[in-house]
């Protein structure tokens, strides 16, 4: 471990590190790309979801997916993309078992968007990570290996998926900055509403192409020419964005090895990433552009866009993740984690959006304080949209079966969460109570007031009841009460409880501690 973190302290310091990605993005239209085929595949038994198109039938027509290709330029577009007036699709020739046709239908010299970028914030500050492209193309089949039988089988259900290729120029410095990259492409797609994105089920899909070159700062004796590409390898299999970062971390280790030896990569090559044994493994040496033989595909016209038909996708492209938290922000005063984890779920954000319009809008109607409407909000708003946060954060996605705000089936409408968190606000319920209302919310919907007033559960205790209480618990308590006279302030804690279970949890521990103080101040030590 030692030998690991040394091996990557001392490549910062000889080698700069170049990374670029190649990102596949599986797109959830209804059918596959260039047929009616439907397009969740995936989840169907093998080879039922085909035909003779996407099996590459002799005499059989493609016919483009006009959904996928508007999404393709939306997303380019949401990635900061100069967007071609006139594409088309192109033939990529080589052999693999679960490419039926013996070639995949994708683009090359006219994808839809090039030259994008996409701004990333790191520990070390933001960074721009350009795009060379973005393309669309089909996707293959799967092999299913059947370690028992020693055999092989191949799956075409997914052959056809419309298959968003994203590629970044060699501007990623660390496997961390691969891993943040990932992950806000991620987040963009799900809120353009184009992918899933999910990589453990394939829809999002990365390889790593890694490099080492001599630092010009540390050689400064030596002819280092800046900025100069020394063969790159290219890494498969990362199904997660853990083993994007791992299998980068190793295969930085292993090129700063060669390089100190003597060995420098001479030639591109492919290598696998073994999960298990965390390392990479070689695969064989990587196609150049001329092995795949592209041309532009006959059976297709070319794809051209007027003017109006680029402004009208781009007008449909929704506020990006960093905008949003830039506003939650501004708009909320929220702090930047808070703005961060609301923002990284769109269904959560959402969601937080609308119980604060709720909250507002309550606000304005009960009159409790005189002014404009912008000026009653902004008196309380800080104090209001912390509440929501930390209901929503802390407690409510803690309740959730999977922990997962947009996959959970919530019974719980922004309303009657906002009304919930009014009786907070109105100390008509206590904390432990509140948790206890909002778990019966989880489990059956509702609204709030009801189950409060079904289930006895309001803040009861008045003054006049807690100071009985209070009474009771100092006069069956004097050797607690002596500690506390005697400076052991922590022991306040054991009276509070014993006070609220008296109260079977419905004062309101704020008050009963002020109360507690107050007598004990008057009681002699």
């Known amino acids: 471990m030692v030998f690991f973190g040394t091996i990557l302290y001392m490549n910062q310091q ?196 890694v490099s080492l070159r001599p630092n010009p700062e540390y050689f400064l004796d030596e002819a280092v020419e800046k900025g100069k590409l020394y063969p790159k390898t290219e890494v498969k299999n990362l199904n997660s964005f853990k083993a994007v970062e791992r299998a980068l971390e190793y295969e930085i280790k292993r090129q700063t090895e060669l390089w100190e030896a003597g060995q420098a990569p001479s030639t591109q090559s492919t290598r696998g990433w073994d999960d298990k044994k965390g390392m990479t493994v070689e695969q064989r040496t990587k196609e150049r552009q001329h092995d795949y033989r592209y041309f532009p595909e006959p059976d297709l016209p070319p794809v051209v866009f007027t003017e109006s038909e680029i402004e009208k996708i781009k007008s449909e492209i929704v506020e990006s993740p960093a905008e949003k938290s830039e506003r939650f922000k501004l708009q909320f005063g929220l702090n930047a984690y808070d703005a961060s984890l609301l923002v990284n779920d769109k269904k959560l954000g959402h969601f937080f959006e609308e119980v604060v319009s709720e909250l507002r809008a309550w606000l304005i109607a009960s009159g409790e304080m005189e002014g404009t409407e912008e000026e009653i909000w902004e008196k309380k708003k800080n104090k209001l949209v912390k509440l929501v946060a930390n209901w929503l954060i802390n407690r409510l996605l803690g309740l959730l079966p999977d922990k997962n705000f947009s996959t959970s089936e919530l019974k719980i409408t922004p309303e009657n969460f906002a009304e919930l968190m009014i009786l907070i606000y109105q100390r008509r319920v206590n904390q432990q109570i509140a948790l206890i209302i909002l778990k019966k919310m989880v489990a059956s919907g509702g609204d709030p007031s009801d189950i409060m007033t079904e289930d006895d559960l309001g803040l009861t205790f008045v003054d006049y009841d807690l100071q009985k209480i209070i009474t009771e618990v100092i006069h069956n308590n004097p050797t607690i009460v002596d500690q506390y006279k005697a400076g052991k302030t922590a022991v306040l804690q054991f009276l509070i409880g014993q006070v609220m279970k008296a109260t079977k949890g419905k004062a309101e521990p704020e008050q009963v501690k002020d109360l507690l103080v107050h007598r004990l101040k008057y009681i002699d030590g």
């Open 14 to 209: 000889k080698y700069d590190t170049v990374i670029g990605l190649e990102i596949h993005v599986q797109l959830k239209t209804k059918s596959k790309m260039f047929c009616a085929c439907d397009n969740s595949g995936e989840f169907q038994l093998p080879n039922t979801t085909i035909c003779p198109v996407c099996t590459g039938q002799p005499g059989v027509l493609p016919v483009a997916n006009a959904q996928a290709i508007k999404w393709a330029v939306m997303a380019a577009l949401a990635l900061n993309c100069q967007i071609n007036r006139e594409s088309h699709f192109d033939r990529k020739s080589y052999f693999y078992p679960d490419l039926p046709k013996g070639y995949q239908i994708s683009q090359f010299d006219k994808p839809f968007g090039h030259d994008g970028h996409l701004v990333i914030s790191t520990a070390l500050g933001r960074r721009r990570v350009r795009l060379e492209r973005v393309h669309l193309e089909e996707d293959t089949g799967k092999l299913m290996h059947d370690p028992k039988q020693s055999s092989s089988y191949v799956d075409y259900n997914r052959a056809g998926t419309p298959l968003l290729e994203i590629v970044t120029k060699p501007d990623i410095q660390t496997p961390q900055e691969a891993k943040i990259f990932l992950q806000e492409l991620r987040l963009i797609m799900r809120y353009l509403g184009v992918s899933d994105a999910d990589m453990e089920k394939g829809q999002l899909r990365c390889d790593a192409n």
